[in-house]
């Protein structure tokens, strides 16, 4: 299994990770946090934890992803089976020209 198909797992999970904690937080600021203190009248419980940790896991796992986007790439350049011998000139190999025939007259049938 290569680096760049590690990589692909990992930015495939911590994609998938990220997606989960993003729909668990409501954007009016309650979500999975205003579900477990009454509508954030009692701060008793972890409530105001809660959506700290949702928070922090958000931007810790989008830093992340972008990390191991950022990683992917460098082992795609740095990997020596995957240069493009485009651009090479030693290998580079010319068509034969075949001249063209030659023209005649009218093309009519008799």
Do not use: C
Request: aromatic content about 8%; proline content about 4%; glycine content about 12%.
């Amino acid at each position: 299994m290569s680096a760049f198909s590690i990589f692909l797992v990992l930015i495939v999970i911590v994609a998938f990770l990220l997606v989960v904690v993003i729909m668990v937080q409501n954007p009016k600021g309650g979500g999975l946090s205003s579900s477990f203190g009454g509508g954030g009248t009692q701060q008793m419980g972890g409530v105001k934890k809660t959506g700290d940790f949702l928070d922090k896991s958000t931007w810790f796992l989008a830093t992340g992803l972008i990390i191991l986007i950022l990683a992917s790439n460098l082992t795609i350049n740095s990997g020596g089976s995957a240069e493009s011998k485009a651009y090479d000139a030693d290998e580079t190999t010319e068509m034969p020209v075949t001249p063209a025939a030659p023209a005649t007259g009218t093309a009519t049938d008799e």
